[in-house]
């Protein structure tokens, strides 16, 4: 395994994100305990000390769990982060309450790392807070100051501009920050301007959506070839996993592995750092220009948008259908059926909108995907 400095720690270069953990009968909100378990083993025991969760992961599932499972190891064995859920804002104003839950539900009295999570324009006045309503932030920053926090951080979806008026208030507070970083988003979603914006303040990344919710995993047959042909033995996930060990600033990559095979390849993966050289990052850039076009809707499949459906339609699937069907006119009826539900079950409320990360007009492809159906 790689370990990156941070602060007279050794950090595992790859970390055990917790959003996409093994479920049972694929339900996200019934996460299986004993596999999830076995898989912690695996990270423990190949170098990963590493473990990223967070308050709505899983439908609050995933907190609950990984505490049962690493009160098992010594606490200073492993280094755990969680975050406070201002993607919600039903939450500001709550980050005691949601605090000190946290400690219980992951069955601790500090964390080593906390972020201020999912940064973007529809929290970065209630962030900011410049009425003094809430407090969120203050409340966190006085956390760290008793030890209860050992590193505060933020993870961001926003746009350049509130992410520079973030850094301006709480830049000197921030010890790394969580971006949403891959060959796809560095130009798609402007990745690259963040992480100049964060080099500003000496801040450093740690890295989400590595694979961008699997949509790395797997390329067409035609990169798959291109790739092949500058690395015969590498995997198609390893290229992004390259693509980011090419980035200095990075001291952590999360990713969500939920079944054993993504876990033993992506370990494989970190047994050493391969960089891109010049030829090699501009073939993916070129790969990720080519998809690009296609104009996907960028769903990670984060499920955030689920949770707060009243309707409980599988958006993310539906998404997925969506953009299959848009690319090649392939029928996907059988497959919608399958679903249980369909487009035209959308309320059109836009709840899902308002914690959506990647800001997709969801209910306008809903009423586009009925159209088309």
């Known amino acids: 395994m790689i370990y990156k400095e941070f602060k007279g720690k050794k950090l595992s270069a790859l970390g055990l994100g917790c959003m996409r953990l093994p479920t049972k009968l694929g339900i996200d909100s019934k996460i299986d305990e ?112 008793k030890g209860r926090i050992r590193h505060l951080g933020f993870s961001t979806h926003a746009n350049l501009t509130d992410l520079n008026r973030f850094l301006k208030a709480y830049g000197k507070y921030m010890e790394f920050c969580q971006v949403q970083l891959n060959y796809l988003d560095w130009k798609g979603q402007d990745a690259k301007g963040q992480l100049e914006a964060l080099k500003k303040y000496n801040i450093p990344v740690w890295v989400m959506e590595p694979v961008r919710g699997g949509k790395l995993a797997s390329l067409d047959k035609k990169y798959e070839k291109s790739l092949a042909a500058l690395r015969e033995d590498e995997t198609v996930p390893a290229w992004a996993f390259r693509f980011i060990q090419s980035i200095p600033e990075v001291v952590v990559t999360l990713s969500g592995m939920s079944d054993f095979r993504q876990l033993e390849e992506n370990i494989r993966t970190f047994s050493e750092e391969k960089p891109l050289n010049k030829k090699e990052w501009h073939t993916l850039q070129t790969i990720a220009d080519g998809m690009l076009k296609k104009k996907a809707l960028p769903c990670t499949a984060c499920r955030y948008c689920v949770t707060y459906c009243p309707q409980q339609l599988e958006i993310p699937r539906i998404i997925e259908l969506y953009n299959k069907h848009c690319f090649s006119a392939e029928a996907v009826d059988s497959e919608i059926s399958a679903l249980g539900s369909k487009p035209s079950d959308c309320i059109g409320c836009k709840a899902c909108e308002d914690v959506c990360p990647q800001k997709i007009a969801i209910s306008e492809m809903m009423n586009d995907f009925t159209s088309r159906l």
């Open 34 to 145: 004993k596999k999830t378990a076995e898989m912690v083993r695996y990270a423990f025991d190949n170098g990963i000390n590493y473990f990223d969760t967070a308050w709505g992961y899983h439908s609050g599932k995933s907190e609950p769990v990984m505490g049962r499972i690493l009160s098992n190891y010594p606490r200073d064995s492993f280094y755990l982060a969680t975050k406070f859920p201002g993607y919600d804002a039903k939450n500001m104003g709550k980050a005691e309450e949601i605090f000190e839950k946290q400690l219980e539900r992951l069955q601790t009295d500090y964390f080593d790392f906390y972020l201020v999570h999912s940064l973007c324009d529809s929290n970065i006045d209630a962030y900011l807070d410049a009425d003094k309503k809430y407090g969120d932030v203050e409340y966190l920053i006085k956390q760290k100051e």
